[in-house]
């Protein structure tokens, strides 16, 4: 036991930004390979990535890093379907697993590993990062809602386990506005990349 796991979920169609975003270029590496390098740069124990829509080209983007990688052929059903088949590829035994979204590449190394922090020292099951009052991303889930993951609606998403289990929350103060920064459409990648450069 003792083993926090990361799934990344990296299976999506990418439908608004029309282009295969987890292949975008992020400071000389795919944004894929840029969200595995800031895991591996944690004290995460493995990294389990969720492939589908793109799959050859998102496995092959990160053949090279040692992660374990999965294929959802159900991945048109939306990112909660990756979530549970996530789960379901995980072991047995584990105590934690981290969500973290393929399109999130600047979700620093810090912000995970003070997630694992919280997560030994407040004893609370699911951690989830805040930057000026805002909730973002990765998310900590205990092995505990194993379960509870599988049965959540697949409309309400992982959104919704935070909600049914409020007492069991914790939000993690971080001074790391990644948390937030996704890219859904090409603009939105401009905008940032050109922020963060």
Not at 150 to 166: C, Q, T
């Amino acid at each position: 036991m003792g083993e926090i796991w990361a799934i990344i979920l990296a299976a999506g169609e990418s439908k608004r930004m029309k282009v295969p975003k987890m292949l975008l270029p992020i400071r000389g590496k795919t944004m894929i390979e840029k969200v595995v390098e800031n895991v591996a740069g944690s004290e995460v124990f493995r990294t389990l990535v969720v492939v589908g829509s793109f799959r050859e080209e998102v496995s092959g983007a990160i053949s090279h890093t040692g992660v374990s990688i999965c294929y959802n052929e159900n991945y048109r059903n939306g990112m909660l379907s990756s979530v549970k088949f996530g789960f379901k590829n995980l072991p047995a035994q584990y105590d934690a697993v981290i969500v973290l979204p393929g399109d999130q590449p600047f979700i620093e190394p810090v912000v995970i590993n003070s997630l694992i922090k919280a997560f030994h020292e407040t004893a609370k099951g699911i951690i989830i990062p805040v930057y000026r009052k805002k909730r973002g991303h990765p998310i900590l889930i205990s092995s505990k809602y194993r379960d509870a993951v599988d049965s959540l609606d697949e409309n309400e998403g992982l959104r919704s386990l935070p909600v049914i289990f409020k007492k069991d929350v914790f939000e993690m103060k971080t001074s790391s506005p990644g948390i937030l920064k996704d890219f859904d459409t090409k603009q939105d990648y401009l905008n940032e990349l050109n922020k963060y450069l």
